[in-house]
T-cell receptor
């Protein structure tokens, strides 16, 4: 298996633009997680899905952030409009069970200027 | 969710055994202890998970005392490539505790020197 695949690896955008991050989980994994990592705040859980259904989005910072999982093999995290404080590395992870053996993707490094 | 406390940083030399201790005083009965490793510019990688006593795999050992209020990750004979951030997490498995999820703390930055 190719593991969790995220795209793009790097994204530089101007403030106010829409940004879409993409994730393909490992086939057969029922759970998908979106994390954000910054030096100041460390790794933060934004939202997670079970069987394509959002279970907990309490970590989503504000309404500018939205996430979808239209099918078992694809998820998106969208920021609209983007702001400089959104600059971070965004990780997607998937797992067979809720708290065991997460496999993380390589992340998307987002820079908003 | 049980809060974890671990050292911010540790230094070691190649070939030594490294033990990283994590405190989790308010761990719940159904909580498991999980450790992840993160290299720069990569996502965290699952290392090991346990509930009590000792767990060992090809990468590390995990020691959990009877009261489960702490745990120790043991890395045998570290090399330069073990330089990374190590996270201790506590949470329930879906089988026992619906709605649990893993929350990452600040982790321990391990630096292995030649």
């Amino acid at each position: 298996d190719a593991g969790v695949i995220q795209s793009p690896r790097h994204e530089v955008t101007e403030m106010g633009q829409e940004v879409t991050l993409r994730c393909k989980p490992i086939s057969g994994h029922d759970y998908l997680f979106w994390y954000r990592q910054t030096m100041m705040r460390g790794l933060e859980l934004l939202i997670y899905f079970n069987n394509n259904v959002p279970i907990d989005d309490s970590g989503m910072p504000e309404d500018r952030f939205s996430a979808k999982m239209p099918n078992a093999s694809f998820s998106t995290l969208k920021i609209q409009p983007s702001e400089p404080r959104d600059s971070a590395v965004y990780f997607c992870a998937s797992s067979l069970r809720e708290n065991y053996g997460y496999t993380f993707g390589s992340g998307t490094r987002l820079t908003v200027v | 969710l049980a809060k974890t406390t671990q050292p911010i940083s540790m230094d070691s030399y190649e070939g030594q055994e490294v033990n990283i201790t994590c405190s989790h005083n308010n761990i719940a009965t159904n909580d498991y202890i999980t450790w992840y490793q993160q290299f720069p510019s990569q996502g965290p990688r699952f290392i090991i998970q346990g509930y009590k006593t000792k767990v060992t795999n090809e990468v590390a050992s995990l020691f959990i005392p009877a009261d489960r209020k702490s745990s120790t990750l043991s890395l045998p004979r570290v090399s330069l490539s073990d330089t990374a951030v190590y996270y201790c997490l506590v949470g329930g498995l879906a089988l026992y505790n619906q709605g649990g999820k893993l929350i990452f703390g600040q982790g321990t930055e391990l630096s292995v020197k030649p």
